[in-house]
Nanobody, 126 residues
């Protein structure tokens, strides 16, 4: 079974940086689409980033230019580097994985993912 274990997160002031980690077992990144989602208090789950079918990374407009996804295949770990954080970035952040059989459009929807990390809180103060 696929397991995703997250680490990182915390509280920072606006303009600061954090790096989130998502360590996977039961999968290899080459066989799965990997995504990051976030959910702020009282809001719906929002896409942060996802794999395109060509292997490049799609970023939501709200984070593009500030957030960067990377991975360490040897460690089976996915990272989300978050720079120039804003108060509106405050949310619970989740990594998610699903087999690459899903379509590009499905990758944009949280309901398409069966495997999720436990989530980690990011709080950005002004």
């Amino acid at each position: 079974d696929v397991r995703l274990v997250q680490s990182g997160g915390g509280s920072v002031q606006a303009g600061g940086s954090l790096r989130l980690s998502c360590t996977a077992s039961g999968l290899t990144f080459d066989d799965f689409a990997m995504s990051w989602y976030r959910q702020a208090a009282g809001t719906e789950c929002e896409l942060v980033s996802t794999d395109r079918v060509d292997g490049t990374t799609y970023y939501a407009d709200s984070v593009k230019g500030r957030f960067t996804v990377s991975q360490d295949n040897a460690k089976n770990t996915l990272y989300l580097q978050m720079n120039t954080l804003k108060p509106e970035d405050t949310a619970m952040y989740y990594c998610a994985a699903e087999g690459k059989y899903i379509s590009w459009w499905a990758r944009l929807l949280p309901t398409a993912y069966k495997s999720w990390g436990q989530g980690t809180q990011v709080t950005v103060s002004s």
